[in-house]
């Protein structure tokens, strides 16, 4: 029996009881801490704690299993997870999400008044079945038409968790993908009644903002030259790099003429920075980017910008069909771009918190992902910032 079976089924067997024993867990929403992603959470953190939308459920088509309706909803717990039959990030979340409908099926078969449902993105559903079938899935799903579910609950980028109390309310919005079993075992030893008297804590108050509205960490300094210096950095990337040379350089033009879309400029402090030049009608560039989204939002020591030195409605446009977690920023005078001598894109920098460029080259590498987690590992800013915020 898996621990989070066992944490429902104990439960269970306290009569459905709140898990005080086991204490309220720590669930980490996706945004929260990002200031690049302030304003999207902001829309979802209005929702949360909210009595859940039912009438969403009539945007979902084509049932693969029971269709989920209100009145089945009253008195359980509602898992919803949005999914792509084309995206293996959200296929790993499906095994995710099949495992909490395990747990919430006790011994003999018997319901735990646990629900979870799959929300399939409006392009691909054609190969929803085989792609649920290899991930070993058996709860329902359903089309997601024209997307509209997903609007309505803000979400950006699959996979996204929402979880819906006994009492109705949407407690949790956005859930990160490692905190959704602990979530779910909690909310299933709820009653409705406990539920329905859940009060959320206060906010806590924000720790300080920069001249330009960004949140800035408390305790936080950064490390002294010395300390960058004798770090472990990866090897410099010997490929051919269709750009100048930079690596152990800072950027030859600094940041600050481009201009992020939607102001959606993120704090990179005590973080590793990921730049990626790019272009709308890039093919490798668009192949790159569900690896550099996967990225961005598996690791809080990481910020992936997005650079094009395309108009900014060109962006815009090709965002809105394909949209991911990460920042884009416009810089039609190619400032950066030009002084790197980039002549062949995609290409990225990956900078340590100093601002030095630790390693350079084309995102498809197959060391690529490495060299990113080894910078991390060495960077003596990362190590602060994390020190400052377990304060």
């Not at 920023?329 to 030095?356: E, F, M, R, Y």
């Amino acid at each position: 029996m898996t621990m989070l079976r066992s944490m429902i089924v104990a439960a269970a067997a306290l009569g459905a009881a709140p898990l005080h024993g086991l204490a309220q867990p720590e669930v980490k929403l996706e945004g929260q801490g990002n200031s690049r992603r302030a304003n999207s959470r902001a829309k979802i953190d209005a929702i949360q704690n909210k009595p859940f939308d039912t009438g969403l459920l009539g945007k979902l088509s084509q049932w693969n299993g029971t269709a989920l309706t209100a009145e089945s909803m009253k008195g359980k717990v509602v898992v919803f997870v949005t999914w792509a039959s084309w995206y293996k990030t959200s296929l790993d979340a499906m095994k995710t999400a099949q495992r909490v409908a395990d747990a919430g099926v006790g011994e003999g078969g018997s319901d735990k008044g646990v629900i979870v449902v799959g929300v399939h993105h409006t392009k691909g559903f054609e190969k929803a079945a085989e792609a649920a079938t290899a991930a070993g899935v058996t709860f329902a799903y359903a089309l997601d038409t024209d997307n509209k579910f997903r609007e309505a609950l803000f979400s950006t980028q699959d996979p996204d968790f929402y979880l819906v109390d006994r009492a109705g309310n949407l407690r949790y919005a956005d859930v990160e993908t490692t905190s959704v079993e602990d979530a779910a075992a909690y909310l299933a030893g709820e009653t409705a009644e406990a539920a329905a008297a859940f009060k959320p804590e206060a906010p806590k108050p924000e720790q300080g903002k920069a001249a330009d509205g960004e949140v800035k960490l408390a305790n936080y300094t950064q490390p002294d030259a010395a300390e960058y210096k004798s770090a472990k950095w990866p090897a410099h990337n010997k490929s051919e790099l269709h750009a100048g040379d930079f690596q152990g350089k800072p950027l030859p033009k600094p940041l600050g003429k481009e201009k992020f879309i939607d102001n959606a400029k993120p704090d990179r402090t005590g973080k590793v920075t990921v730049l990626d030049f790019w272009a709308t009608w890039c093919g490798p560039c668009k192949m790159a980017m569900p690896k550099l989204d996967k990225l961005h939002k598996e690791s809080k020591d990481v910020v992936v910008i997005g650079i094009s030195n395309e108009p900014e409605n060109t962006i815009k446009t090709f965002l809105k069909k394909s949209k991911h977690a990460y920042a884009q920023a416009t810089d039609q005078t190619s400032t950066v771009n030009n002084a790197l001598k980039i002549q062949g894109i995609p290409h990225v920098v990956v900078l340590s918190s100093d601002g030095t460029i630790r390693w350079q080259g084309n995102p498809l590498q197959p060391d690529f992902d490495q060299v990113v987690k080894s910078v991390v590992e060495a960077d003596p800013g990362v190590k602060a910032r994390r020190a400052a915020e377990s304060k």
